[in-house]
């Protein structure tokens, strides 16, 4: 009779134990998963921008702009078949941007179907490296 009494508190025992580690584990799944339900790195504070920006990455239907509306109007146009008017539009809104916002508005131009104009890419490159 001792043994069905130490078996069933055995077995009790292990049942709590599986309910408690069951609900820290979702706990710990929830607090790693944003209100809108997508994953975000455990190790990051949301602090650091480089944080921000991989949210921003996710979002795909989210477009900052940065004071660049007229920019849209380029949409669909091929990278070597600006004029040089429209390219110094585009240099305009470049080096008016901070460093840590270029790769973020070449981003907002990807999503919106714009494409930076060849001679561009090697000074937005080198902006965001040498600031």
Not at 17 to 37: F, P
Not at 59 to 73: A, G, H, N, Q, S
Request: hydrophobic share 40%; aromatic share 6%; glycine share 4%.
């Amino acid at each position: 009779m001792s043994a069905w009494i130490i078996g069933i508190v055995l077995a009790t025992t292990v049942i709590v134990l599986i309910v408690i580690l069951a609900k820290a584990n979702k706990k710990e799944k929830k607090s790693s998963t944003e209100e809108d339900g997508r994953e975000i790195d455990p190790s990051c504070c949301g602090a650091h921008e480089i944080c921000d920006f991989d949210k921003v990455k996710v979002d795909v239907d989210k477009i900052e702009y940065f004071e660049d509306e007229d920019l849209d109007e380029y949409a669909n146009i091929a990278e070597k078949d600006y004029t040089d008017d429209q390219i110094d539009e585009f240099r305009e809104v470049l080096y008016s941007l901070q460093t840590e916002e270029i790769q973020r508005w070449l981003l907002s131009l990807s999503r919106r179907r714009i494409h930076l104009p060849v001679i561009l890419n090697e000074e937005a490159r080198d902006l965001m490296v040498n600031g």
